[in-house]
Each structure stands twice: as structure tokens, then as C-alpha cells.
């Protein structure tokens, strides 16, 4: 058990039965009154996001989840599939991890980290860069050299476009950052 003052951000704390991750956490002290820690809650279940404030010596006990590696395998409507270490196959549900769809492609060789709660998924995080091929992008316009010149391409294997630097091309292969979407380099 932890009290609301030795929270932190990052921290996950079961409120109401809930698993809670700790998004901000500011503490105050005033000269007449108790001392109270404002924080802003992501609930893990639903997503939802909520600010309250607690008494600082308010106690919380500390919820307990698994993470384990794991890599992409395909996508078997309305799940997405995942192989451990121990070739399992863990089932994810597309709400669980927005953002990530992005860069799924069948049989990706990138290691992924899930994390669940209670046997379910409720997160899953892709490594901070990952490599991809570019299916298509236009061509470069000719004398456009003027700054920092992007262009929408397309990755192969999904839909999604990314915008990359005015020389790369078709078949190319590219490094993109997974926290901020921004492509990174040309490999």
C-alpha cells in the first residue's frame, strides 16, 4: 500500500476495484488545512480519464500487472494475434492498442511489449523506432530546396501514411519514431 503522497507518475493504483495509471500527481500543503494531492487518473479498462483530489495520507493499494515480450503474428477478424517466448498465442482486441495498428504488419519481427491485468490485455507498446518499406510516395518536385522539405508516404502493409523527407523513395527503407509518429531516417 502506498498513500497518495508517494504516488508518482507512471505508477498504477487500484481506485474503486479499478486499475489507474498515475498521469500527474501535484501535492500541496496549506497553512489551515490538510494536505491534499491533485491527480489526474487514466483508467486502464476503459481509458477514461479523470482529475481528483485525495488527502495526502489516503492510502492506495498498488494493483499488479503482468508484461511480457511478445511479436506480432497476423490479424484473425475481430482479433489481432500475438506469439510469446513459448510460442502462446495471445488474442488482442483492436481497443487495446490504438496507435499501434499503425505498424502491424503479419509476422513483424519487432518484439512488442504487452501488459495485462487479470489474463487481459490492456496495453500493448511497440519499441520506440521501428523499420519500415515505403510502398508509395509521389516524386520530388524538382528546386524545392528551400528548408526541411516532407512528403506523404505510404508504408507497406498498412494504410498509413507518415511524412518523410523530399529524397526518399519507392522500396526505400525508413526509421520511424513509434512515440511521435516522425520519420527518423532513411536506411
Known amino acids: 500500500m502506498k498513500t497518495a503522497m508517494e ?19 501535484e501535492f500541496t500543503k496549506s497553512g489551515r488545512n490538510a494536505s491534499v494531492v491533485r491527480m489526474k487518473l487514466k483508467n486502464l479498462l476503459s481509458n477514461a480519464v479523470r482529475e481528483v483530489v485525495y488527502r495526502a495520507d489516503e492510502k492506495f493499494d498498488m494493483a499488479i500487472l503482468d508484461q511480457q515480450d511478445c511479436t506480432y503474428s497476423y490479424f484473425s ?5 500475438f506469439v510469446d517466448s513459448e510460442y502462446n498465442l495471445i488474442e488482442v482486441e483492436a481497443d487495446s492498442m490504438p496507435g499501434v495498428l499503425n505498424y502491424l504488419i503479419d509476422g513483424m519481427e519487432d518484439v512488442c511489449k504487452l501488459t495485462s491485468y487479470n489474463g487481459k490485455v490492456i496495453s500493448v507498446e511497440l519499441p ?3 523499420v519500415r518499406e515505403i510502398e508509395y510516395t509521389e516524386p520530388a518536385v524538382r528546386g524545392d530546396t528551400s528548408g526541411k522539405v516532407m512528403k506523404l508516404a505510404k508504408l507497406k502493409g498498412t494504410s498509413y501514411q507518415i511524412q518523410v523527407a523530399a529524397f526518399v523513395e519507392i522500396g526505400d527503407m525508413i526509421e520511424v519514431d513509434t512515440r511521435t509518429n516522425e520519420f527518423k531516417k532513411r536506411i
Open 77 to 81: 477478424d475481430p482479433l489481432y494475434v
Open 128 to 130: 520506440t523506432t521501428i
Open 7 to 25: 504516488l508518482r507518475v507512471g505508477n498504477v493504483a487500484m481506485v474503486d476495484s479499478v486499475p489507474m495509471i498515475v498521469q500527474k500527481s
